[in-house]
């Protein structure tokens, strides 16, 4: 079974540009996380979704970031418009539920850079 | 404000020797912890995981321990391999609810 799929797994733009990240879970899992790695912050979670509604999005740094998820197999990032500052490599994890238990499998990242 | 904190930025161990990775956290609300390790152009995968009944955890060569008193806890590696060499996140979650990860390790394991 295929794993998290993320495109692109590049992105080189320039500032001010909107940029969209997708995400494909892994089948039959409920939840979908968006995590954002930096050097001085290491992982940190943007958002995630459970049953495609939106449950916690307090890590989303401003209002330039959204992210939705239409289907059970289908999320995006967007951010609008992009900044320098935006430049990291953004995971998208999936897994059955929240319990300790329930391992977070991630995707291979998008390296964004913004220029 | 970082939760959990890895200090050590990166950490050089020779093969065949113990690798030690520590973290620190600083809510005591967190009862599971967690390591991935991260390979270049990967995402990370989990690794080991130990919940705060425990002080210790094993599996093959991982053990991570937990010190709850001093909010710290320890992966070790026994003995340390070339493919060892990652990044390695420790993360933490208080009642089942979202993780939280520190800002990772990267582990070179010199032949």
């Known amino acids: 079974d295929a794993g998290v799929i993320q495109s692109p797994r590049h992105e080189v733009t320039e500032m001010g540009q909107e940029v969209t990240l997708r995400c494909k879970p892994i089948?039959?899992?409920?939840?979908l996380f968006w995590y954002r790695q930096t050097m001085m912050r290491g992982l940190e979670l943007l958002i995630y979704?459970?049953?495609?509604?939106?449950?916690?999005d307090s890590g989303m740094p401003e209002d330039r970031f959204s992210a939705k998820m239409p289907n059970a197999s289908f999320s995006t990032l967007k951010i609008q418009p992009s900044e320098p500052r935006d430049s990291a490599v953004y995971f998208c994890?999936?897994?059955?539920?929240?319990?300790?238990?329930?391992?977070?499998?991630f995707g291979p990242g998008t390296r964004l850079t913004v220029l | 404000d970082q939760q959990v904190k890895q200090n050590s930025p990166s950490l050089s161990v020779q093969e065949g020797r113990i690798s030690i990775l520590n973290c620190d956290y600083t809510?005591?609300?967190?009862?599971?912890f967690l390591w991935y390790k991260k390979y270049p152009a990967e995402g990370p995968t989990f690794l080991i995981s130990?919940?705060?009944?425990?002080d210790k955890n094993e599996d093959g060569r991982f053990t991570v321990f937990l010190n709850k008193s001093a909010k710290h806890l320890s992966l070790h590696i026994v003995p340390s391999q070339p493919g060892d060499s990652a990044v390695y996140f420790c993360?933490?979650?208080?009642?089942?609810?979202?993780?939280?990860f520190g800002q990772g390790t990267r582990l070179t394991i010199n032949p």
């Open positions: 130990i919940s705060s009944i425990k």
């Open positions: 089948s039959g899992h409920d939840y």
């Open positions: 993360a933490a979650s208080a009642r089942a609810q979202k993780l939280v």
């Open positions: 809510n005591s609300m967190f009862d599971y």
């Open positions: 979704f459970n049953n495609n509604v939106p449950i916690d």
């Open positions: 994890a999936s897994s059955f539920g929240l319990a300790v238990t329930d391992t977070q499998y």
